[in-house]
């Protein structure tokens, strides 16, 4: 069974006062992205692991966990995809085993190496360096996100299908403010880049 893992942290989460705030946060995403709270765990306070079994929403629920983070001002977080074979299916997410674990894990200790705050790592190589030029690409803007950025591509991922208009009604804003917002935040660019990562990882 090919699946695929999300390992984070929160970065500089030590200068942060109040680990509450992101762990609240935390609470709040994950479920969001697998309603079966055995599939995600939150551990050492800034850390986190989350299966997503349908491998093709791997990118997309990344981008979603980055928005949620930095909703707040001054957050962010660092994320490994691991995408590959589930050999062993524990009671928790951190007790199941195969190359998507080991992968996610992996790459989450080489991104600081990297300074790169999303990888992905799959058994194909060359398809790992084409979309972590990607990933690279798209942190130029997603890394700079505004605490209103990152709010409108969290709430765009969680209600795909909404109109403008419906969004503004759910921030409290005009429509013109939505549409501003969501070209500011690279919208368009990162569902652009989810299409080409989902056609690019069928090949696998």
């Known amino acids: 069974m090919i699946t695929s893992v999300i390992t984070g942290d929160i970065i500089k989460s030590k200068a942060q006062s109040n680990p509450e705030i992101w762990i609240k946060l935390l609470k709040k995403a994950l479920p969001n992205l697998n309603d079966n709270n055995a599939f995600w765990v939150i551990y050492r306070g800034d850390s986190f692991q989350i299966e997503i ?3 093709y929403k791997s990118f997309i ?3 979603y966990i980055k928005a949620y983070v930095k909703t707040i001002k001054g957050l962010d977080v660092r994320l490994a995809i691991g995408l590959g074979n589930k050999t062993y299916q524990g009671k928790m997410v951190s007790e199941s085993n195969g190359e998507a674990f080991i992968f996610s894990g992996e790459t989450l200790e080489v991104l600081k190496k990297y300074r790169q705050n999303l990888l992905i790592k799959t058994k194909n190589s ?7 030029l990607y990933f690279k690409l798209a942190l130029t ?3 700079n996100w505004t605490v209103n950025s990152a709010e409108i591509v969290k709430l765009s991922i969680e209600k795909p299908n909404a109109l403008q208009h419906e969004l503004a009604t759910i921030l409290g804003t005009k429509q013109g403010a939505i549409s501003k917002r969501q070209k500011r935040a690279g919208l368009e660019h990162l569902l ?3 299409k080409i990562f989902k056609h690019k990882i069928s090949q696998l």
Do not use: P, R, W, Y
């Open 141 to 143: 803007f997603m890394d």
């Open 192 to 194: 652009e880049l989810d």
């Open 61 to 63: 629920s990344a981008v």
């Open 53 to 55: 079994t349908d491998i």
């Open 126 to 132: 060359k398809l790992n360096e084409e979309l972590n």
